[in-house]
């Protein structure tokens, strides 16, 4: 499958926030079907805590048509929430999504309630900083 267009730019700026990648992508199978989110990364949290585990699907939002670009991303993550259940219960779903397009697309109301409904978290980041600058949960 191929790389979103801010993979390298998203994937630089978790390790920059201290997260250590553990998949580049995380595949799964769930009987016939197959999954394969962009990436999962670990942290650190204490030597008696153990690490904090996170997947993430990340997102563009620089196509054509926004609106479809919200409908794919949507779509994945219910689908990747459902198999990581199953699959990885203790890991958590994020999407990545671009500084530029968190500030304005997905300010929208329509985007906020669709967000809200799916309980999606959000890592927003700077793909030319390479840096994360928001993280919405």
Known sequence: MAKDFYHYNFKKALEKDG???THDPYDM???????????GAEKLIGAEKGS???????K????PSEVNELHKAIGQFIDYFV???????????FLGIP???WN???QELVVQKALELIHAKIIVFNPFNETITAWIK
């Open 29 to 39: 199978r769930i009987g016939r079907i197959s999954f394969e989110i962009d990436l």
């Open 83 to 93: 198999a990581l259940g199953l699959n990885d219960p203790e890991r958590v779903l």
């Open 52 to 58: 904090e585990k996170i997947a993430v699907e990340i």
């Open 60 to 63: 563009n939002f620089v196509g």
């Open 19 to 21: 997260w250590v990648i």
């Open 104 to 106: 304005d697309f997905f």
């Open 99 to 101: 500084e530029e397009a």
